[in-house]
């Protein structure tokens, strides 16, 4: 069967991802994230969500041209670990309903790709183990998945909401706990590697760089599913205690039946949450 990324016209319109692919083992997924159809899937996600420009100003439609030229460099040095991405650019967006600022990071195309590419391969490891009561950006699952939960438990006679929005979440991340999360499925170093080097980049704020030791940015391919990576031992632990609850990435609704027992569980939520 003809690899559809081989029928692309290097000089015309699309990036070539060709190049010598070794063994995708489970060891050594890096070459799963390299595969030419995963990058051209990639490619054309990113390219359907017609981001804004990162700190280098580069424009989608200018990637292909910069892609043809540079593609080959590029992935060689993805393979032995020598690749760094840019610093995200900062963004600033009002919360719903006036709640406050949410900081957004705005990656460079490339940077996109990549971690487009690298979320398509680690998605299918991670999300089928992942609890049946997390909706938050995960495939085939939606906040109108989550209400409908809500809606059930509300019929089952669970009326009184504990709501836990967890306020700076991604903004607080810790590094060294999200990467021993991802490591429990990843035993690739040199993909651990990268993912480590996206978490530390940086983030340009009116033209200063400035370090991020904590954090995962909001507005990257990869920070929904490491948050959800990150958050599903707090589901794990809220189900092991038979709560009826719904999280969309994080916000967590927990709903039990008196006032008292939403006292209770808030407080017992609170010390879970500590240790995620």
């Known amino acids: 069967m003809t690899n559809s990324a081989d029928l692309m016209n290097p000089y015309g319109g699309e990036p070539d991802w060709r190049g010598t692919m070794q063994p995708a083992l489970e060891t050594n997924l890096m070459e799963r994230v390299l595969d030419s159809e995963n990058l051209h899937r990639a490619w054309k996600q990113v390219k359907s969500n017609q981001g804004a420009p990162g700190i280098d100003g580069m424009v ?37 309903g006036g709640k406050g600022e949410r ?10 790709v990549i971690q487009q590419a690298i979320s398509q391969v680690l998605t299918p490891m991670f999300d089928p183990e992942f609890s049946e009561f997390s909706f938050g950006c995960r495939p085939k ?22 709501d836990l929005d967890l306020e700076k979440f991604f903004d607080t991340v810790n590094h060294d706990v999200l990467m021993a999360r991802v490591a429990r499925k990843v035993r690739d170093k040199t993909l651990l590697g990268l993912i480590g080097r996206y978490l530390r980049a940086g983030v340009m704020v009116e033209g200063v760089v400035q370090t991020t030791e904590w954090g995962t940015p909001q507005g990257s391919p990869l920070s929904p599913l490491l948050a959800n990576i990150l958050l599903d031992d707090l ?42």
Not at 104 to 111: A, M, N, R, S, Y
Not at 236 to 248: C, P
Not at 251 to 263: E, F, H, P, Q
């Open 60 to 96: 989608l439609d200018d990637f292909a041209a910069y892609a043809r030229l540079h593609w080959a460099e590029i992935r060689q040095s993805l393979r032995d670990g020598r690749y760094r991405p840019s610093p995200v650019r900062r963004v600033i967006i009002p919360k719903p």
């Open 141 to 162: 699952r939606s906040a109108h998945g989550a209400i409908k939960q809500v809606k059930e438990y509300v019929k089952q006679g669970y009326r009184v909401v504990v």
């Open 103 to 112: 900081l957004l990071g705005v990656p460079t195309v490339l940077d996109l």
């Open 235 to 276: 589901d794990q632990e809220l189900e092991r205690r038979g709560h009826r609850f719904a999280r969309y990435v994080d916000d967590v609704v927990i709903l039990v039946k008196s006032s008292r027992a939403g006292r209770r569980v808030f407080a017992s939520a609170l010390r879970s949450n500590r240790r995620v």
